[in-house]
Structures are given as structure tokens and as C-alpha cells.
């Protein structure tokens, strides 16, 4: 007999045909029976033996995808897994199931888990309201290495894209080479371009084309026009500093200086580090490579560092990398016998 031989309504039947399965085809009919809705079938289920948390929740992930609400309440009554909840939220985030999200979240779920990734299928999926649920509730806007904004204008998706905007997503961060205001332009959507007029008149508008056009002298110079700061500080600023890491990289005999980093836009601006920590990306300027046989100078650098930045760097992992590339030995020539 199979279960969809089986009445809706004929309990017993149903009762009896559950009895003759083993305890894996009941655990599989627990996840289909979820996945359905049909939580007195969930019930009876668990009563048999199945647990709740089988295959790390798979009947909370189904239920909440679906947005079958009496399953899900009942699920989380039975003490369910921490990750059997965050993945939770994710499918109720990719169905757009709002009410699954907020009894998720209330609940337990952790919006920021796995790098806050319902966030990132918020973006993908166009779910603003959602979006704006799970910033509220401690997700990170600034996740997924800051793209958010700009994969939420790459789909089409300017009502998520304010969202992130309203909670803090800077329009300077850029993906695939483009920042928010480009991302716009580029798929149309004007009215969101509209809401960036001022900052496009701003300093930070300026996209990573314009810095990688310029050599390091060009970067390295004094800019009256821009408050005496220098493209290094424009860079940083901007959101585009790993173009210039990237460029001394592969320059031959160039190498970051402390005075890059530490110079101080007069009369009293703020220094090349500080603005990377202002724009949380001060990692870029200690990859261990830009330092290689120069750990001393690394180390002046970071102690230039505004204090309330220096979380931002893992500075023993930095040393050991430096120490790393230091002694790595170099290969050995050889020749061929005659």
C-alpha cells in the first residue's frame, strides 16, 4: 500500500500504513508531510519516533519555504537546532514568506548567520520588506564584502537597494567594477539613481576606472582642488584602495609607504588609514604581500592606526604571513649534466 492510496480522511488507515515503514521512509515522510502543511500527519509522526531535527531540520527549511504556518509553529515548540532555524529563514527569505520570517526570527533565527546570506537572497529575489525585517533584527548590510547594494541595482531591484541604502549601504562600494550610481544607470532605473544626485557630486562617486588610470606618482600627489588631500585619500574614500594596492603589486620596484598611508590632509584631516577604517576596509592595506622582507615598517604603519579601527586587522596573522613570504626559500637554480 502506498501513502497516496490512502484517504485524506481515513486516519487509521493512514495510522496503520505509517506502522509498516521503517524509521528512515517515516522520517521521509515527516519532511513531505511539512513540506505539505498537514501538521496533524507531522504530529503523529514525531510520536513514532521521528525526530524533529532529522537531517538538520529539513521539515522546518520545507515548511518554511512554503509558508505553512501550523507546521512551522509546531516545529518550533520541539527545541529545533540553531542551524535548522537559519536555514530556515533563508527559504522563507527566497519564498518571500514574510509571516515564516518574523515567527523565525521571534523564534530565534539569526539573521546574521552565514554572512547575513538571506540578506544576499533579499538581493537576488527583490524581497524589500523582507530585507528591511532582517536589518532591523541585526543583519549586516555591509556583508557579502559590501556588494549588496549594488547586486540588489544589478537585478533590477531598486526597492532593495533603497532598503540597503537606508540602513547604511555605502553607494561607493562596488561590484564587477561598478558602484551603485552606475549600477543604475546601467540597468535604468533613474528613479534610484535620482536619490544618489548629491552624493554623485561628491568625492566618493568617483569609480575604480578613474583610479586605475592614474600611475602611483598621479595618486601619490597633493590635490588642492580636493582639500589638499592626495588620490590616496580619494581612493580610500571612495572605496576603490584595492585598485592601488593591486597597481603597487604589480609595478615593478614600487612599494606602499608608511607616508602614503599615515600623510594627514591638512589642515587637520583625517590620514589615508583612518579614512580605511571609516570605510571598514583597512584590511586591504595590510596584505601581508604589499609588506613582504619590510615587517617593520607593516608595524609602524598599524601603530598609526586610530584605535577604534584596529579590530579591523588581524595583526598577528599579518606578522606571520610577512614572516612567511620572508623565509620562503627561493628555487634553486640547476643545470644539466653533459
Known amino acids: 500500500m502506498s501513502v497516496v492510496d490512502i484517504d485524506d480522511e481515513d486516519d487509521d488507515k493512514w495510522l496503520d500504513y505509517v506502522s509498516s515503514l521503517t524509521p528512515l521512509a517515516r522520517a521521509e515522510l515527516f519532511v513531505k508531510s511539512a513540506r505539505d502543511g498537514e501538521r496533524w500527519r507531522c ?8 525526530d524533529a531535527n532529522f537531517r538538520d531540520g529539513q521539515a522546518l527549511v520545507a515548511a518554511a519555504g512554503k509558508g505553512r504556518m501550523g507546521v512551522l509553529a509546531l516545529l518550533l ?5 540553531q542551524s535548522a532555524k537559519d536555514s530556515a529563514l533563508v527559504e522563507a527569505t527566497v519564498g518571500g514568506r514574510e509571516d515564516a520570517v518574523n515567527v523565525l526570527l521571534a523564534h530565534g533565527a539569526d539573521p546574521g548567520s552565514d554572512d547575513s546570506s538571506a540578506l544576499w537572497y533579499c538581493a537576488m529575489h527583490g524581497r524589500d520588506k523582507i530585507a528591511d525585517t532582517l536589518l532591523k533584527s541585526g543583519a549586516d548590510v555591509n556583508a557579502h564584502n559590501r556588494e549588496l547594494l549594488c547586486i540588489a541595482l544589478s537585478h533590477g531591484f531598486g ?3 533603497a532598503v540597503f541604502l537606508k540602513h547604511g549601504a555605502s553607494p561607493a562600494n562596488h561590484y564587477r567594477g561598478l558602484n551603485a550610481f552606475e549600477w543604475a544607470a546601467e540597468t535604468g532605473q533613474m528613479e534610484f539613481a535620482k536619490t544618489l544626485r548629491q552624493w554623485v557630486n561628491s568625492d566618493e562617486h568617483i569609480g575604480p576606472a578613474h ?6 606618482d598621479e595618486l601619490r600627489r597633493v590635490l588642492p582642488e580636493r582639500g589638499g588631500r592626495t588620490g590616496f585619500h580619494v581612493a580610500a574614500a571612495a572605496g576603490s584602495f584595492d585598485v592601488i594596492c593591486d597597481k603597487i603589486l604589480t ?6 609607504r608608511v607616508e602614503d598611508l599615515t600623510r594627514i590632509a591638512p589642515p587637520a584631516g583625517p590620514s589615508v588609514l583612518a579614512v580605511l577604517g571609516q570605510v571598514g576596509q583597512l584590511s586591504t592595506a595590510f596584505n601581508a604581500a604589499l609588506w613582504a622582507g619590510r615587517k617593520d615598517d607593516m608595524l609602524k604603519a598599524y601603530a598609526a592606526v586610530p584605535a577604534a579601527y584596529r579590530d579591523q586587522i588581524d595583526i598577528p596573522a599579518v606578522v606571520s604571513a610577512i614572516d612567511h613570504l620572508t623565509i620562503r626559500p627561493k628555487p634553486g ?6
Not at 583610479?211 to 602611483?216: D, E, H, K, P, T
Not at 609595478?251 to 606602499?256: A, D, I, K, S
Open 77 to 81: 515548540t520541539k527545541n529545533m537546532n
Open 43 to 50: 504530529e503523529q509522526l514525531m510520536e513514532k519516533g521521528v
Open 251 to 256: 609595478t615593478e620596484n614600487e612599494q606602499l
Open 159 to 161: 526597492d532593495v537597494a
Open 333 to 338: 637554480k640547476f643545470t644539466l649534466k653533459p
Open 211 to 216: 583610479f586605475r588610470s592614474q600611475s602611483l
